[in-house]
């Protein structure tokens, strides 16, 4: 168990909708990242939050999201969804932002649009 | 831009023989090294990790070494068991906040 929840664990929704997923770090850590695995692009880095301030950005849509709140927990948020949204969406967390801090991750929210 | 290539799988060994997964990097300075595991329907779990040169990351009897001279951070172990079966990661950690940049990953099969 690496001390970082994601909720919900799985999320079926139709084309067009928006879903919230969840995710809490471990304790005291501030930095939290998101990633996308898919089958066709691999695990792909979407955003980076730090103690509630966004501190960097990937490969992530217009229709998505993220904030990362006072408590340090964070919400990414995927509005009119496509098909080629469903894909497994990995929270992590690390104690602090830099290359040599290694980030914990999640169970995962895996996310299927029909 | 920093990239990671990996072996690709899959791999499918016997249980107790040696496992190399060879994986290079591209990247401007020297960013910190991981290997990750993904076991079947589980998130990433941290291997091991170098953060410098000639640095040995080692864990559950996996070793990986952070090779400068030829960019590569190849994951080894002397004898595998069938509990061994996942996914591997190779990732470099972006030198400024630290987003990590991942290899397509290898799938290892151990036979009993």
């Known amino acids: 168990d690496s001390g970082v929840t994601q909720t919900p664990k799985h999320l079926i929704t139709a084309t067009g909708q928006r879903v919230t997923l969840r995710c809490s770090p471990r304790?005291?850590?501030?930095?939290v990242y998101w990633y996308q695995q898919s089958l066709d692009q691999g695990l792909q880095f979407l955003i980076q939050?730090?103690?509630?301030?966004?501190?960097a950005k990937g490969n992530i849509l217009e229709r998505f999201s993220a904030q990362q709140f006072p408590d340090l927990h964070s919400e990414l948020n995927l509005s009119s969804l496509e098909l080629g949204d469903s894909a497994l969406y990995f929270c992590?967390?690390?104690?602090?932002?830099?290359?040599?801090?290694?980030?914990?991750f999640g169970p995962g929210t895996r996310l299927t649009v029909t | 831009g920093n990239s990671v290539t990996q072996m690709e799988g899959p791999v499918t060994l016997s249980e107790e023989a040696f496992l190399t997964i060879n994986c290079t990097y591209t990247?401007?300075?020297?960013?910190?090294l991981f290997w990750y595991v993904q076991y079947p329907g589980e998130g990433l779990q941290l291997l091991l990790k170098?953060?410098?040169?000639?640095d040995k990351g080692s864990n559950k009897g996996f070793e990986a070494t952070y090779r400068k001279e030829t960019t590569s951070f190849h994951l080894e172990k002397g004898s595998v068991q069938v509990s061994d079966s996942a996914v591997y990661f190779c990732?470099?950690?972006?030198?400024?906040?630290?987003?990590?940049?991942f290899g397509q990953g290898t799938e290892l099969s151990v036979k009993p």
């Open positions: 990732a470099l950690s972006d030198l400024g906040g630290g987003k990590l940049i």
């Open positions: 939050y730090y103690n509630g301030e966004e501190r």
């Open positions: 992590a967390s690390s104690g602090a932002s830099g290359s040599s801090y290694e980030q914990y």
């Open positions: 304790s005291g850590d501030l930095s």
């Open positions: 170098a953060t410098k040169a000639d």
């Open positions: 990247a401007t300075g020297y960013p910190s």
